[in-house]
């Protein structure tokens, strides 16, 4: 039994021309049992900034709202937005001040920067941070996404075909795991605003 | 760990002696030999209505190194039906000479040449023989069966099979799948004309998945073949992969 594959998670994130989408299923079990079909496990950090938490689900909520903490500081002191890559070195930080006893869960971070550049990254349970520039993933069904994103993903796509990529990406993979899936939900963060979208999915 | 000498009282020197905290030995352990090993590698065979294309990497690994780029997992069974087979590389050798064998035998005795299914129902008796110690190998048939068409067997280690219309084994597997999926099975995709499978797109479609395998999956790269199976015979591509 292995400490990240006991709730389930799919989790990817997707750079695109001015924009970015992050996707992420909705199951919340505990082993083999479902628990519930509409589990949060994107959060957003500001207004084109979200974070996407795979693996164990009190960790994933632990770290969510110690994030909302920190992010409520940094905007009440720097009166302005956070930057995604500082974002990035926050959460690394976080994470690695428990690098002996970790929280065990995998973030992904997809945002706009203040220039309009897009931003994905996302960094393993202990902090070290990724920035590839094309696509990242996280979750029990790593594998089948990144066999989905290096064949589906091209560069500078526009949000439109941004999320119909994205989507069928994580549709796909988690219909081959048995621990995630039961629907999924899609973010689109253009410079001007953030479109979600609630997919219906193999509900089993 | 050593006694070292420190100069202290011979008190500390017992102490220093027992098993460091932890472990219940010196960590001085009996290896047990593994009769396994893991070369790696990734195969893929797809149906189509009157042609089967089997194929897989090249590569053979064994842990971080490896051992031959050009070590091919198709083997040919017939003239129209060929097995892929990956895991333990002195367990798919061994299997697939005990099937040619017994093909040649079906041959001689019955004076005709055995057939897709029927190879299939073999291979799996084959392979439950061996129920309490298992060939580790990941095996998938492809070929034509009794009327021609395309046909796919997929098998797990002790023999469980099932026909499909196109599946991915070894261990790249996880990434080939989904994508298989989506675009052969039509999954998670509406109101799609679901046009027939042509051979044109399954071998576009099987030099994209194994590229991205590569990509991603270190015991897959160097090269790929395939193997396109009709009723004139088997035709064979390679295709330079990664070798990274």
């Known amino acids: 039994m292995s400490i990240m594959s006991y709730n389930g998670a799919a989790i990817v994130a997707m750079a695109g021309k001015d924009c970015v989408a992050i996707a992420s299923d909705r199951r919340f079990g505990v082993q083999a049992q479902t628990v519930s079909m509409d589990f949060q496990k994107i959060f957003?950090?500001?207004?084109?900034?979200?974070?996407?938490?795979?693996?164990?689900?009190?960790?994933?909520?632990?770290?969510?709202?110690?994030?909302?903490?920190?992010?409520?500081?940094?905007?009440?002191?720097?009166?302005?937005?956070i930057e995604p890559v500082t974002f990035m070195?926050?959460?690394?930080?976080?994470?690695?001040?428990?690098?002996?006893?970790?929280?065990f869960c995998e973030p992904v971070i997809a945002g706009i920067d203040k220039h309009g550049k897009p931003f994905i990254s996302s960094t393993d349970l202990i902090g070290c941070p990724m920035t590839p520039g094309n696509f990242v993933v996280a979750g029990t069904c790593s594998e089948q996404l990144y066999g989905m994103c290096e064949a589906l993903y091209v560069p500078d796509l526009g949000p439109e075909d941004l999320f119909e990529t994205i989507s069928q990406s994580l549709l796909n993979a988690q219909d081959r795991d048995a621990l995630a899936g039961w629907g999924a939900v899609v973010h689109v963060i253009t410079k001007d605003q953030v479109i979600t979208r609630t997919l219906k999915s193999r509900m089993d | 760990p050593f006694l070292w000498y420190t100069g202290k009282s011979a008190t500390m020197a017992l102490a220093a002696a027992a098993p460091p905290a932890g472990m219940s030995d010196y960590g001085a352990v009996q290896h047990r030999f593994s009769p396994y090993s893991f070369n790696?590698?990734?195969?893929?065979?797809?149906?189509?209505?009157d042609f089967a294309v089997v194929a897989g990497d090249t590569r053979l690994s064994e842990g971080y190194e490896i051992l031959t780029r050009d070590s091919s997992k198709c083997y040919k069974m017939s003239d129209r039906t060929m097995i892929a087979s990956t895991g333990f590389h002195g367990d798919v050798t061994t299997l697939t000479r005990l099937l040619g064998s017994r093909m040649e035998l079906y041959k001689h005795r019955h004076n005709k040449v055995m057939s897709s299914p029927a190879l299939a129902q073999m291979l799996s008796n084959t392979l439950y023989y061996r129920r309490f110690f298992p060939y580790y190998a990941h095996c998938v048939v492809g070929g034509l069966d009794n009327e021609g068409k395309g046909c796919v067997f997929s098998y797990d280690p002790v023999g469980s099979y099932e026909r499909e219309f196109y599946r991915a084994a070894g261990s790249g597997a996880s990434l080939l799948q989904p994508l298989l999926d989506n675009q052969l099975g039509f999954k998670n995709m509406q109101g799609v004309t679901k046009d027939p499978l042509t051979v044109d797109k399954?071998?576009?479609?099987?030099?994209?998945?194994?590229?991205?395998?590569?990509?991603?999956?270190?015991?897959?790269?160097?090269?790929?073949?395939?193997?396109?199976?009709?009723?004139?015979g088997i035709r064979k591509e390679i295709i330079p992969l990664r070798r990274d």
């Open chain 1, 44 to 81: 957003p950090m500001g207004e084109r900034l979200m974070v996407g938490l795979a693996g164990l689900a009190t960790d994933v909520q632990t770290v969510s709202e110690r994030l909302r903490f920190k992010m409520n500081m940094y905007k009440l002191r720097e009166e302005r937005d």
């Open chain 1, 89 to 103: 070195h926050m959460i690394s930080n976080l994470l690695y001040e428990k690098r002996f006893g970790p929280y």
């Open chain 2, 40 to 49: 790696g590698g990734t195969i893929v065979a797809v149906a189509g209505d």
């Open chain 2, 202 to 232: 399954a071998t576009k479609l099987i030099r994209d998945v194994m590229v991205g395998a590569s990509e991603r999956d270190i015991y897959t790269g160097d090269a790929l073949e395939m193997n396109i199976i009709t009723k004139d």
